[in-house]
T-cell receptor
Framework: DSGVTQTPKHLITATGQRVTLRCSPR?????VYWYQQSLDQGLQFLIQ???????AKGNILERFSAQQFPDLHSELNLSSLELGDSALYFC?????????????FGPGTRLTVL | GESVGLHLPTLSVQEGDNSIINCAYS??????FIWYKQESGKGPQFIID?????DKRQGQRVTVLLNKTVKHLSLQIAATQPGDSAVYFC??????????????FGKGTHLIIQP
């Protein structure tokens, strides 16, 4: 158990809908990262937040957005969902926001878009 | 960013043998490398990391080797056990480059342990 929690574990929805994925980082970790894992694209970095502020962006679509709240939990919002958005979404956290810190991954949310 | 790749999608080894998983990276600005293990239905789990100012780092039963000349990274697992069965990913980050702090992952090698 990494200490990172994600909810829900599974999510099934229809095209065009909007969903919110939630992540609680390890106690004491200030930085949260979101990753998408799909069969064709592999594990891809989406976005990072550090202490409530957006820190870095990766391959995140404009239909996707995220935020980190004062209690440091984070939410990833996916809108206008398409079939290709079906994937595993992982949240990771690290103590601080610099690249040389170990990122601890949560168990993931499996999103299925029908 | 540039991708990090692996040479073999599947590697099958006998229990008790040593395993070597290879990875090639293409971003010469990368200066931090990590190996992750992902078991079925779980998130990636950190195994070991290495910075570019080193060429070898050892952990418990694992060793990571870095060859910057040929941009090659390898993970050696000693005395492979059934619990080592998983997909192994190398990941990199151009930490000092000021770019995105997210990791760039390779496609993964599925390590299968034969009894």
């Amino acid at each position: 158990d990494s200490g990172v929690t994600q909810t829900p574990k599974h999510l099934i929805t229809a095209t065009g809908q909007r969903v919110t994925l939630r992540c609680s980082p390890r106690s004491g970790d200030l930085s949260v990262y979101w990753y998408q894992q799909s069969l064709d694209q592999g594990l891809q970095f989406l976005i990072q937040y550090y202490n409530g502020e957006e820190r870095a962006k990766g391959n995140i679509l404009e239909r996707f957005s995220a935020q980190q709240f004062p209690d440091l939990h984070s939410e990833l919002n996916l809108s206008s969902l398409e079939l290709g958005d079906s994937a595993l979404y992982f949240c990771a956290s690290s103590v601080i926001g610099t690249p040389y810190n170990e990122q601890f991954f949560g168990p993931g949310t499996r999103l299925t878009v029908l | 960013g540039e991708s990090v790749g692996l040479h073999l999608p599947t590697l099958s080894v006998q229990e008790g043998d040593n395993s070597i998983i290879n990875c090639a990276y293409s971003n010469s600005a990368s200066d931090y490398f990590i190996w992750y293990k992902q078991e079925s239905g779980k998130g990636p789990q950190f195994i070991i990391d290495i910075r570019s100012n080193m060429d070898k780092r050892q952990g418990q039963r694992v060793t990571v080797l870095l060859n910057k000349t040929v941009k090659h990274l390898s993970l050696q697992i000693a005395a492979t056990q059934p619990g080592d069965s998983a997909v192994y990913f190398c990941a990199e980050n151009a930490g000092s480059g000021g770019g995105a702090d997210g990791l760039t992952f390779g496609k993964g090698t599925h390590l299968i342990i034969q009894p």
